[in-house]
């Protein structure tokens, strides 16, 4: 479990480079999801639409919230946008800046997602072969309308014996196909143009706004890290010396029961410093309540000073 929580840890740093590899085996996890999922068409009129856009687009829901969940900066996002103002105000650049950045990132295997299903094309035809104008299609003259929508909702079910060997219901999939990919390949063509021009263009637009947010997004995420590391490190020390409090005020009753206990050292210079002269629960309560509502400003030259 400790391993798992270090694993988990480490995926949410805010590198950027582990970021992007998150996104790139979420999106390969999506690929590899699709090609070993078992894909089998209900084939009646009135599942094949609810199950084809439900495998089109619930999973795509699924990995969006993978991709957030993973991503630190989700949460520190929402965090400094709900935050109340204190002494440090709220930079809208930057809390856009992030959002931008965790969408952008949680994007990637959902989109993936969606256009492997469109050029496979199964998805499309189970989800609309029941829609489909049988005017369009010779074959369907001489059957009467009831008989038309079975034949076009077992158009996905290429093994059922009235398809088998019909040719109208091999036209129906022959163009719901060619329409799902030429989907599929829209929507890549136009998300390679749309990143194309974003990277190219970006040069165009105020670098010093944008290197102002990367690093102010950057810097909100680390000190909230080291926020936690300090606090997680003055427990442990006020933790330490609470024990040995507690195992000296208890030693008269240990004597009793024939145990040996050292006497309680003292704490090295170190320890002490690190607490801060933190020393009760109250004090720590009013510690954090205060960062929260009233994060210090962004100036370090004050505590120089002092």
């Known amino acids: 479990m400790d391993r798992f929580r270090m694993i988990f840890q480490y995926f949410q740093s805010n590198s950027e480079s ?27 009129p009135q599942y094949n639409m609810a199950y084809g856009l439900g495998i089109m687009f619930i999973p795509p829901v699924i990995l969006f919230l993978c991709g957030l969940i993973l991503n630190r900066q989700s949460l520190v996002m929402l ?27 949680a994007m990637v295997a959902p989109v993936v997602w969606i256009v492997v299903t469109l050029l496979d094309g199964k998805c499309l035809i189970c989800a609309f072969s029941g829609s489909m104008d049988p005017e369009k299609f010779v074959g369907f003259a001489n059957v009467s309308a009831v008989q038309v929508q079975q034949l076009l909702a077992k158009v996905p079910c290429k093994d059922d014996e009235l398809v088998r060997n019909n040719v109208s219901s091999k036209a129906v999939s022959r163009y719901l196909r060619c329409w799902s990919q030429a989907l599929g390949w829209s929507i890549l063509l136009i998300l390679i143009i749309a990143a194309f021009l974003a990277r190219w263009l970006r040069p165009c637009f105020d670098q010093a706004t944008l290197l102002q947010a ?5 810097y909100i ?86």
């Not at 582990?18 to 209900?42: E, H, Q, R, W």
């Open 18 to 44: 582990v970021m992007n590899g998150i996104c790139g085996l979420l999106a390969l996890a999506s690929v590899k999801m699709y090609t070993s999922f078992d894909f089998s068409c209900p084939c009646l």
């Open 79 to 105: 965090e400094e946008w709900r935050r109340p103002q204190g002494r440090r105000k709220k930079d809208l650049a930057v809390i856009r800046y992030m959002c931008s950045s965790i969408m952008q990132r």
């Open 214 to 218: 990367h690093h102010w997004s950057n």
């Open 221 to 306: 995420d680390i000190e909230q890290k080291i926020f936690e590391e300090t606090c997680c490190e003055h427990s442990r020390l006020f933790a330490h010396r609470c024990i040995l409090h507690f195992f000296e005020s208890m030693r008269q009753e240990i004597k009793l029961h024939s145990f040996s206990l050292p006497r309680e050292r003292e704490a090295p210079e170190g320890e002490e410093d690190l607490l801060q002269g933190i020393t009760d629960q109250d004090q720590v309560n009013k510690l954090l309540k205060t960062w929260y509502y009233e994060k210090p400003p962004l100036d370090v030259s004050q505590a120089a000073q002092r």
